[in-house]
């Protein structure tokens, strides 16, 4: 136990989780949403955030940045981002609205049971871990650094690395802008008249299947923003990143009351930081541990989550 | 309003068989059909040999393993219809108990048994009795987290050999005339067969009961069931813990066979296996989970030539069974029973109540 | 000299902005027909929900028999003895009629996962005992035929009957029903009148949600009137027939059939 590094690297520690956070609570607005409308886990949203870094490392590819290049600068680096992230959203959102239709839409249309549901949607699961293993031949792969990372200024001991300030900021004004579209269009009002009470809108007429795929539209391209900051920052991914990013956003999402957006964003921001701090006292090897412990904790206390559900108790 | 007809086929003439059979006959072919899984291993039949492995070893281990684990995870997903994605846990703490007490202690196999599945019950205790309060979509996180959970302690734990593992168990002395030895799988085949049978009597006796029927009150509606006196969070921890046990008994007795053991067998791929083949044979039916649990372990040891993208198939076979058969191969179904006297429903209120 | 068997004092309930129950004061006497009208979303089933504990009232208090059930876990006030029906039916539909039945009854056995495993003579005679008491209620509600079917495959009036059966067999000192004669022909409704009467007979206090005026006219003994989550009348069938108020809210409102 290294409480000291806690102490004196305390700022820089809060920082880095900030930006931990900051995707963790990206990929939760996924399951939130998803969980919202159709009261089910999306077991395999950690693979449409899997498959987001692969894209934007296959788009970097086709941008022609090679590993051994210098980054890259000014407006061409700026383009080059944007594309990769772009290219992250894509197929992100894409994969996501395909793993409703393939694993979700019969079985929801049969109204078959949540366990078959669930079964399904981890066959999807295991079926993406498995088909990029095979690709990438269980290698991890390296992504190659467009951005040169350079420290911005330091704060009480903290550098502030600009990678790390453009996530932080580029993902709170993703959740803004989702924020904005769930309030404000007609889309976004579909999804909340669905959380709130399905047999009612169908009634009133939104047309649920639409309002599904644009829900799923939404928590992948959030996935996929998230893995390109994560291949950002990080700068590597695999096969595996999913199971292991997942779990934590799951468990952000919960923590923060799943089905409620702000709780989601709350949920990554506080995960990141814990895991951060808990890392730098018990060794990384415990992160995961002590994680659970928390989702438990927080579970037994408050069952709904720090935020509460935002979905309506459940009537008898 | 019209009434289901009886549907015919197979399954309910079997059963018809079964329920007009005198008792002499079902006892007659109850130990015939016990007999032939004993003298199994002595079976050498090129169907269901497998030629890249050893069919006794088979039969032990996956087959017979994720038969017996199948049928304790189906007490807790099937029959009280809660989703649990770590069950390994239970597996790897049944191990880990026969590892380490049996290389550090005197205590054999036999002693080890109850320890360890005393200690899986606990654990399960420890693990429910907090979260199963929880509805059941927090229930797969938290389970799937403690599953994980209990391989990474394995691993960060060098007292208990890290990520090298235990090696060096003791294999159980004799029992009878049975030697218990790394050559031989065929004794421990007959205690996990022995295991199976008197779990499969258990459950069977359980779900004929109160508990019986709690639990089918509690998988269809849990709200209506606290609402008729059924205390939830009492059954769903015995369902729980039930199932630990089982996992806890399977654990200790792989160890002992295998020998050595690693984290890393107790991966989440396990609980998810065992679930699939819970889900795949039919969940809730017992015959349909053992049916679903031997042919999803015995199927890869026969077409072994599949190996690289065999997982990627299972993946792909799940998602086409539960678009297709969301039920199962063998779902549960239960048979009605029809009374032909009709009667009008102005005749309600007949008899007296207390 | 009656007893107060259940006591509403001043119970609010509220959903987010919704008020469904505002400082509602109700209670029922010891062995009588008691019933609850009013327009639909008055609070009526909410009352049911209060007291049976799947909400906990926003304030007020609630007692059964001089005990408070605030706080109290569900399947405990059914033990202390309260039992109910639901407006949209519930049943086990993948159960048999026999086992929903036997599940209420099982709330005062004593035996459990142990007994049934080495098959303990307690459990024994406990199990015997559920299933001839559910085979008891089933013939009382006319379903002993049956007996082996599927909830979810029964007709629709025995469905609801099956749920008056269910809770019956919880053996509980107060039933309550929730629109029980929902969607019953007249001659199943006059039948279904007969039936609630003798279970009164049999000891049972009944607390009654109807939307049918002529069945609650006949058989309650008091009535009480929810208009918008407020109690605005309580009092013998005929003085509350009578009441301009209810009129106004209630009965001057086109007929629901629901
Ligand atoms: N769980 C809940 N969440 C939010 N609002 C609720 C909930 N339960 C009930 N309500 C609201 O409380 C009010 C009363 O509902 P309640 O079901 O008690 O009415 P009711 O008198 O039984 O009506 P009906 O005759 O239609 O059955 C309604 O406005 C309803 O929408
Ligand atoms: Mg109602």
């Not at chain 1, 290049?69 to 994969?95: E, K, N, Q, Y």
């Not at chain 2, 997903?77 to 790897?92: E, H, T």
């Not at chain 2, 969070?233 to 046990?245: C, D, M, N, P």
Request: glycine share 10%.
């Amino acid at each position: 136990m290294d409480f000291a590094l806690l102490r004196d690297a305390f700022w820089g520690l809060t920082f880095d989780g900030l930006a931990l956070g900051a995707i963790y609570a990206l990929i939760s607005l996924g399951y939130t949403l998803v969980y919202g409308v159709l009261r089910l886990i999306n077991f395999a949203h950690s693979e449409v955030f899997m498959i987001g870094t692969f894209s934007a490392l296959v788009a970097s590819g086709i941008m022609g940045v090679k590993i051994e290049d210098d980054p890259r600068t000014g407006w061409g680096m700026v383009f080059t981002l944007l594309i990769c992230l772009i290219a992250a959203m894509l197929a992100s959102g894409i994969t996501a609205v395909l793993v409703e239709i393939i694993a979700y839409r019969r079985l929801r249309q049969r109204g078959a049971t949540k366990l078959a549901t669930l079964i399904s949607a981890i066959g999807v699961s295991i079926s993406l871990v498995e088909l990029f293993r095979i690709i990438t031949d269980s290698l991890p792969r390296e992504f190659p650094r467009i951005m040169d990372k350079t420290f911005l200024f330091s704060y009480a001991g903290a550098d502030i690395r600009n990678d790390k300030v453009i996530v932080i900021i580029a993902a709170g004004l993703m959740m803004f802008a989702l924020e904005r579209f769930i309030t404000k269009s007609r889309y976004g009002k579909g999804i909340r008249a669905v959380s709130m009470d399905e047999s009612t809108s169908t009634l009133m007429g939104v047309n649920i299947n639409k309002v599904i795929t644009v829900t799923f539209l939404a928590g992948g391209m959030m996935a996929g923003a998230a893995a390109f900051f994560y291949i950002l920052v990080y700068e590597n991914t695999s096969f595996k990143v999913g199971f292991f990013l997942g779990i934590s956003a799951f468990t952000a999402a919960v923590l923060g009351g799943i089905g409620n957006l702000k709780g989601a964003l709350f949920g990554g921001f506080v995960l990141g930081i814990l895991e951060t701090y808990t890392s730098a006292v018990f060794g990384t090897a415990w992160k995961a541990v002590i994680s659970f412990l928390i989702l438990v904790l927080v579970l037994l206390i408050k069952p709904t989550g720090l935020f509460g559900e935002s979905i309506q108790q459940a009537r008898v | 309003m019209a009434d289901k007809k009886f549907r015919y086929n197979l399954r309910d003439h079997a059963a018809d068989y079964w329920e007009r059979s005198p008792k002499w006959r079902r006892v007659s072919l109850s130990i015939s059909f016990i007999a032939f899984f004993y003298a199994l291993p002595f079976l050498n039949n090129p169907l269901i040999n497998t030629p890249g492995s050893d069919f006794q070893s088979v039969l032990f281990y996956p087959v017979g393993m994720y038969v017996l684990m199948a049928i304790g995870l189906n007490i807790v997903v099937g029959k009280s219809g809660l989703l649990d994605l770590g069950y390994v846990a239970f597996f790897a703490i049944g191990a880990y108990t026969m590892a380490i007490l049996g290389t550090h202690t005197s205590l054999n196999f036999w002693e080890i048994l109850p320890i360890g599945i005393a200690l899986a019950m606990v654990s399960g205790v420890l693990l429910g009795t907090p979260t199963l309060r929880l509805r059941g979509d927090y229930l797969a996180i938290v389970t799937l987290g403690f599953g994980e959970i209990v391989r990474i302690v394995a691993v960060n734990i060098e007292a208990i050999g890290g990520p090298r593992g235990i090696a060096g168990i003791p294999t159980p002395p004799d029992l009878f005339k049975a030697k218990f030895t790394i050559l031989d799988p065929k004794p421990y085949y007959w205690v996990l067969l022995t295991f199976t049978l008197l779990i499969i009597w258990m459950v069977r006796r359980m779900a004929a009961r109160r508990p019986g029927r709690a639990w089918d009150a509690i998988r269809q509606d849990d709200d209506v069931a606290q609402l008729m006196g059924v205390n939830t969070l009492k059954y769903k921890v015995w369902a729980f813990v039930l199932g630990a046990a089982v996992a806890g008994a399977g654990g200790v007795l792989y160890a002992s066979q295998i020998l050595s053991i690693v984290p890393d067998q107790f991966n989440l791929n396990v609980s998810i296996l065992i679930l699939a083949c819970v889900v795949f044979g039919g969940i809730g039916n017992l015959w349909g989970v053992i049916l679903g649990a031997a042919l999803l372990a015995f199927t890869p040891e026969r077409i072994r030539f599949l190996s690289q993208p065999r997982i990627l198939v299972f993946g792909i076979a799940l998602v086409v069974m539960m678009n297709l058969r969301p039920d199962g191969i063998l779902p549960k179904k239960k048979r009605e029973h029809f009374d032909p006297n009709w009667k009008t429903v102005e005749e309600s209120g007949e008899g007296e109540i207390k | 000299m009656t007893e107060k068997l259940l006591e509403l004092k001043n119970v609010t309930m509220k959903f987010g902005g919704v008020t469904a129950l505002n400082e509602v004061n109700l209670h029922v006497n010891k062995g009588e027909i008691a019933a609850l009208i009013g327009p639909n979303g008055a609070g009526k089933t909410t009352v049911f929900n209060v007291v049976t504990g799947v909400y906990k009232p926003t304030s007020g208090e609630v007692n059964f028999n001089a005990q408070s059930l605030i706080g109290r876990k569900r399947y405990q006030v059914t033990k202390m003895g309260i039992a109910r029906t639901f407006q949209n039916i519930r049943l086990f539909g993948e159960s048999t009629a026999l086992e929903n039945v036997v599940t209420g009854a099982d709330v005062h056995s004593k035996s459990g996962v142990v007994g049934a495993i080495f098959g303990t003579p307690r459990s024994r005679r406990e199990e015997a005992a559920a299933v001839e008491r559910g085979m008891e209620l089933l013939e009382f509600m006319g379903l002993k035929h049956r007996a082996g079917q599927l909830g979810k495959n029964l007709p629709y009036g025995d469905q609801r009957r099956l749920e008056i059966a269910r809770a019956l067999a919880t053996n509980p000192q107060l039933l309550l029903l929730d629109e029980p004669a929902a969607g019953f022909n007249p001659a199943e409704k006059v039948a279904l009148a007969a039936t609630i009467r003798k279970i009164r007979d049999a000891g049972y206090t009944v607390l009654l949600i109807e939307h049918d005026m002529s069945l609650i006219m006949d058989i309650s003994d008091r009535v009480a009137v929810l208009d918008f989550g407020q109690k605005i009348a309580d009092d013998v069938p005929k003085v509350v027939q009578n009441d301009p108020r209810v009129i106004e809210a209630y009965l001057g409102a086109p007929a629901d059939a629901s």
